[in-house]
């Protein structure tokens, strides 16, 4: 009877922690829906590694975007998934914009990475781009397909969403990683960061 109530009160915990890891409401896009179904914002991201170690924190953003927009040191992984090919414009989404070029080594570079922490398929991911739209869901759609089932989108990544009013209408102050109070830096720490060999073919 005791081993049953403790069992019972194991999986109370679990349901709660459960709940409060997938808090975060389903995007309204569908473009931005993942297999896994599995949405945090940048708050709950936060208490989620403070009380489970086995979650890993991935920041999907470039180089650049570390260096000028800042990055947090609570990701455990920095790898671009997108980067950008500096000899020509946009001409797939006409934007007045470097040509995006996606990382085609991205996954055997994740599983690199994983390896060194220790990590595998059953951690936990947390998958961190600007805004949460669309680098993080191409990400967890492409580590599905490699059986990661434990993969969450942060809804609000590292910048937030834009202000549609006030004096800061169109800035990125709301929500996200960099509003919350948590720590980020502007100060590239090479032990932590991805090195982009120029000359290859993203």
Known sequence: M???ALSMMASA????YGTAASAAPEPKDPKRHTPQGLYVDAKETQEMMKKDPNV???DVRTPEEWQ?????KAAQIMLPAVMFDYSKM???QNKPRYMPAPNSKWISQ???K???LGADEDNTYVIMCRSGATRAAPV????DQYGYEKVYIMTDGFEGGKLKDGEKKGFRLKNGWKNSGAEWTYKIDPDKVYFKTYGVAY
């Open 56 to 58: 890993i924190l991935v």
């Open 13 to 16: 915990v679990m349901m709660a």
């Open 140 to 143: 967890a759609k492409m580590l």
């Open 2 to 4: 005791k081993q049953f």
């Open 114 to 116: 994983i390896a060194d």
């Open 68 to 72: 000028f927009v800042g990055y947090t």
């Open 90 to 92: 946009d001409t797939k």
């Open 110 to 112: 994740f599983e690199e």
